[in-house]
């Protein structure tokens, strides 16, 4: 099955179409192969690369590179988070293991940006926890004394004080975290892309159909070509399960968001010209909101079972509605059809909220599953895992190996009955803050 994404994502749009696109035509061989070129696999080809100057390293995407979750995400870069799955940790071990982890992310993004100038609108401005419900301030309240334990800056805030700093009065409750940072998501998958090393190629719009592994040689077929490597990594996230890889352990989620043109002098005044901000829910299905450094409103408010391959545009519509009615609540003072595009997106999601960073059989790697936050970890674990196939070890390795692996999901029809179940749960309890 083909992946086709709309080609509406407002962070794809703002950048230059490339040029240069190589299919897959005919057969072709390598040392190392990597499949998917979003931050994982971009940074599994980069670093393996780096290590091996002399030996064919081809990376392949089924569709434009970059043009997955990674360039349609909402762009926090985040060191800590409240909700992260179905089951976030809340123990204080596993949170400071996730938020270890979260840490290094960071700095591995930060690292990339300052090595290659990296201009992808990169702002150290934290981000909120926000809810529109009073009694919300409780879970606030327990997550702050996490976060204290834990050493994380952070202050609670009320209604007042939020009404001046995002420009709307519809939160009243929020914890602002120092850490963590915004920025531009397709900007910085791009710059992954331009700075590919040369004994890196990379195949587009060629999609992996079926792989084997016959001794020492794994043999992928793809719609014009085969390729055979000698070992494989596989970067799909949303997709690992589609291609048999730790099938029992990760199902995709799609997700749609919307953002809106770039509001007018005279609308931001009318929301008080707040400062670039970037909102997060309380509750797992609440809406995550943002406003750009450009003065554009991001807003998404959806996360669902749906064919993970394709979304129709009557389906993205409906969702977009859902989107605009989030905005109008939010900021009824702006005019009712500001939403300039609409998109979706596909991530992979864990029962226990851990990642996958595995040697699944000899020659062949898999790095995924980030429960939506994979901009940092993503950037990391490609880089790691790269090192861990090359059978080298590093401390970022043993901090992410520390982890508790991703636990057994039940079969199908089970999964699906049981996900929607919470998904309808977790909606009911966020009305409200949709
Ligand atoms: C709407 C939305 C909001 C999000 N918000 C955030 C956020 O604010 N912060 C954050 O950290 N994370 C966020 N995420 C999650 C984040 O985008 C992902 O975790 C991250 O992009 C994962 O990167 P990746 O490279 O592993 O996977 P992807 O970017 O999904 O790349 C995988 C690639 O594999 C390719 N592929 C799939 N199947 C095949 C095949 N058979 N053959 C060849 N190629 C294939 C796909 O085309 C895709 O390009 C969000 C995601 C979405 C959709």
Redesign the pocket.
Known sequence: ME?TNDNSCSWIKDLTPRTNIKTLQSNDDSEWLI????????SAARKLGQLYPNQKIII????L??????S???????DTTLNDGFTSNKELDSYKKKTDIYDLGINFVKKFINEFQVDCDWNECGKYFASSKIEDGKILKNFSDTLIKLGFKHNLLSNNELTKRLGTSFYNVALHTKGGVLLH?GKL?RAMIDVLPKNVCLYEN????NWNKNKDIISCKFKNGKIKTKKIIF?????LK??GIKSNYNFPIT???SMTRTLTDEEFKSIGEPKEWGVLPVRPMGA?VRMTKDKRILI?NTAEIHNPFKMSKSNLEKRSISQKIGIRKRFPQLPEDIIQSSW?????RTRNSSQIFEKINDNVFA??C?N???????TLF?EQIAIKASEENTKEIETIEARNKPTWLPPQPFLNIGVKTRLIYERIRAKSDT
């Not at 499949?35 to 971009?42: H, R, V």
């Not at 349609?72 to 985040?78: K, P, T």
């Not at 939506?372 to 993503?378: F, H, K, P, W, Y």
């Open positions: 992946v499949i998917g070129a979003g931050y994982t696999g971009l392949v995407d089924a569709q590179a970059g043009e997955g979750a990674s349609r995400n909402s762009g926090y870069l985040v998501p998958v060629s999609s992996l159909l970067a799909t996230n949303g997709f589609s291609l997700l749609t968001a995550t998404r979706s997106g596909v991530v992979s790095a995924g980030y939506g936050s994979g901009i940092g970890v993503g490609g």
